[in-house]
C-alpha cells in the first residue's frame, strides 16, 4: 500500500478519533500523575515510589493509546509488533546503553539505595536527589545547578549516601600555636564540644592529634549528631565555640 492510497483511505472519522484519543491521552496522564500525587501525600507514601509508579502508567497509557490510534487507520499492530521484533535485535545493539539505564533503575529502586530527598554522591557529583526514573535521576547540587545522572553509573560506581543513617560524624580540624599548653587544650575542647546541645553525649567528642606543623599542632575535633542536614550548620557553630575556647587560651 502506498502513502498515498494509504491517505485516501483516512476519512473524517478517523480523524476525529485520533484527535480525540490523543487528547484523552494528554488529559489521562495529568489526571493519574495529579491522582497518585494526591494519593501518595495522604497515605505518607515514598515518593520515589510514586515518581515509579507514575512513569509506568505514562507509558502504559501512551502505548495504549498508540496502539488504538494504529488500529483506527487500518494498520496493521501485528505485523509492526513482528516487524519489530525482527529490528529488535540491531535496535538492541544501538539502545544497549538505554537498558542498562532501565536495568540499573529497576535495581536501585528495589534495593532502596537511595530516595527522594537523600544526598548523594557519584562519580564526584555530589547534590539532593530530586527525582528519580527508571532511566535518569536528577539531583540538585548546593548551588541550584542540575545534574542528570544515568543509572547504569550505580552499577559500575561507588556511590555514596550521606543520609542514609540519622547518625553523623562531623569533623573540625583546628590547628593551635605551640605556646598553648596542649592537655589543657585538648580536655577545653572536649569539653565546650559535650557542652553543646546538638552534640550527642554517646559516643563522646573526642580531640585527635594528627600532625606538628610550621603553624603548630594539628588537630581534629571529631562530634556526632542525630541530624544527616544539620552537618554544615553544627560544624559552623563548633568553629564559634571553638574559637571562644581558643581566644580565652591565648589571652
Given at each position: 500500500?502506498?502513502?498515498?492510497?494509504?491517505?485516501?483511505?483516512?476519512?473524517?472519522y478517523?480523524?476525529?478519533?485520533?484527535?480525540?484519543?490523543?487528547?484523552?491521552?494528554?488529559?489521562?496522564?495529568?489526571?493519574?500523575?495529579?491522582?497518585?500525587?494526591k494519593?501518595?501525600?495522604?497515605l505518607?507514601?515514598?515518593?520515589t515510589?510514586i515518581?515509579?509508579?507514575?512513569?509506568?502508567?505514562?507509558?502504559t497509557?501512551?502505548?495504549?493509546?498508540?496502539?488504538?490510534?494504529?488500529?483506527?487507520l487500518?494498520?496493521?499492530?501485528?505485523?509492526?509488533?513482528?516487524?519489530?521484533?525482527?529490528?529488535?535485535?540491531?535496535?538492541?545493539?544501538a539502545?544497549r546503553?538505554?537498558?542498562?539505564?532501565f536495568?540499573?533503575?529497576?535495581?536501585?529502586?528495589?534495593?532502596?539505595s537511595?530516595?527522594?530527598?537523600?544526598i548523594i554522591?557519584v562519580?564526584?557529583?555530589?547534590?539532593?536527589?530530586?527525582?528519580m526514573?527508571?532511566?535518569?535521576?536528577?539531583?540538585?547540587?548546593?548551588?541550584?545547578?542540575i545534574?542528570?545522572?544515568?543509572?547504569s553509573l550505580?552499577s559500575?560506581?561507588?556511590?555514596?549516601n550521606y543520609?542514609?543513617?540519622?547518625?553523623?560524624r562531623?569533623?573540625?580540624d583546628?590547628?593551635i600555636p605551640?605556646?598553648?599548653?596542649?592537655?589543657?587544650?585538648l580536655?577545653?575542647?572536649?569539653?565546650?564540644?559535650?557542652?553543646?546541645?546538638w552534640v550527642?553525649?554517646?559516643?563522646k567528642p573526642k580531640?585527635?592529634?594528627?600532625?606538628?606543623s610550621?603553624?603548630?599542632v594539628?588537630?581534629?575535633?571529631?562530634?556526632?549528631?542525630?541530624d544527616?542536614?544539620?552537618?554544615?550548620?553544627?560544624?559552623s557553630?563548633?568553629?564559634?565555640?571553638?574559637?571562644?575556647?581558643?581566644i580565652?587560651?591565648n589571652?
Amino acid at each position: 500500500m502506498t502513502i498515498e492510497s494509504f491517505l485516501t483511505g483516512i476519512g473524517i472519522y478517523d480523524i476525529i478519533i485520533v484527535a480525540i484519543t490523543l487528547i484523552a491521552t494528554f488529559i489521562i496522564i495529568r489526571w493519574v500523575s495529579y491522582f497518585l500525587k494526591k494519593t501518595g501525600a495522604r497515605l505518607e507514601i515514598d515518593v520515589t515510589l510514586i515518581q515509579v509508579l507514575r512513569e509506568i502508567l505514562k507509558y502504559t497509557i501512551i502505548a495504549i493509546s498508540l496502539t488504538i490510534i494504529l488500529k483506527q487507520l487500518g494498520i496493521d499492530v501485528t505485523a509492526i509488533a513482528v516487524s519489530f521484533g525482527i529490528v529488535g535485535i540491531a535496535l538492541g545493539f544501538a539502545a544497549r546503553d538505554t537498558v542498562s539505564n532501565f536495568i540499573s533503575g529497576v535495581f536501585v529502586i528495589a534495593d532502596k539505595s537511595f530516595r527522594v530527598g537523600d544526598i548523594i554522591e557519584v562519580s564526584n557529583k555530589k547534590g539532593k536527589v530530586i527525582r528519580m526514573g527508571l532511566r535518569l535521576t536528577t539531583i540538585q547540587t548546593y548551588d541550584k545547578k542540575i545534574i542528570t545522572v544515568p543509572n547504569s553509573l550505580f552499577s559500575s560506581n561507588p556511590y555514596i549516601n550521606y543520609t542514609a543513617s540519622d547518625l553523623r560524624r562531623v569533623d573540625l580540624d583546628i590547628t593551635i600555636p605551640y605556646e598553648l599548653e596542649i592537655e589543657k587544650t585538648l580536655k577545653s575542647l572536649e569539653d565546650v564540644a559535650s557542652k553543646c546541645e546538638w552534640v550527642l553525649k554517646k559516643p563522646k567528642p573526642k580531640v585527635i592529634i594528627k600532625e606538628l606543623s610550621d603553624a603548630g599542632v594539628k588537630l581534629m575535633l571529631c562530634i556526632w549528631i542525630n541530624d544527616p542536614w544539620g552537618v554544615a550548620e553544627s560544624k559552623s557553630l563548633l568553629a564559634k565555640e571553638v574559637n571562644k575556647i581558643l581566644i580565652s587560651e591565648n589571652a
